[in-house]
């Protein structure tokens, strides 16, 4: 704290989160983003440093049904990886549709939220860990 109040004397701090460091598990992005004209859309896929260089993402509506958020995730590569792929072992795939339907209410439910990113969700064998989350508020809604 003390670092950063000697380098950002202008920067307010209301506190830190320190977590536990979480070296595996399948790397995804869960994000949403409030659209002019389609409204809320919820977005999955490839993540951490992998989301810019594959491109493997799907979009849907929120809210989303349960089929919904498991055929967009399905609709990617990151999703077929999910259950397992060329050796490695399947992860927690009910973590990641949970996780997404949730995102989906949260956007639906707050329009003062404008995105939300999740990048990376790590995905291990049995549930998920946000590793790092933005999330942008405007005063428009």
Request: proline share 4%; charged share 25%.
């Amino acid at each position: 704290m003390a670092k950063v109040r000697a380098a950002q004397p202008e920067a307010r701090i209301d506190g830190v989160v320190i977590q536990q460091m979480v070296r595996h598990g399948q790397e995804v992005i869960v994000g949403a983003v409030r659209d002019e004209q389609f409204g809320p859309l919820i977005m999955f896929g490839a993540g951490g440093v992998e989301v810019e260089g594959r491109r493997d993402v799907a979009f849907g509506l929120a809210p989303l049904s349960r089929a919904a958020a498991e055929t967009m995730i399905d609709a990617t590569f990151a999703g077929k990886q999910l259950r397992g792929f060329r050796g490695s072992a399947p992860a927690d795939r009910e973590a990641v549709i949970d996780r997404v339907l949730r995102l989906a209410q949260f956007i639906s439910d707050f329009p003062q939220v404008a995105e939300v990113e999740i990048n990376p969700l790590r995905v291990m064998s049995e549930g998920a860990v946000a590793i790092d989350v933005r999330i942008r508020v405007t005063s428009n809604a």
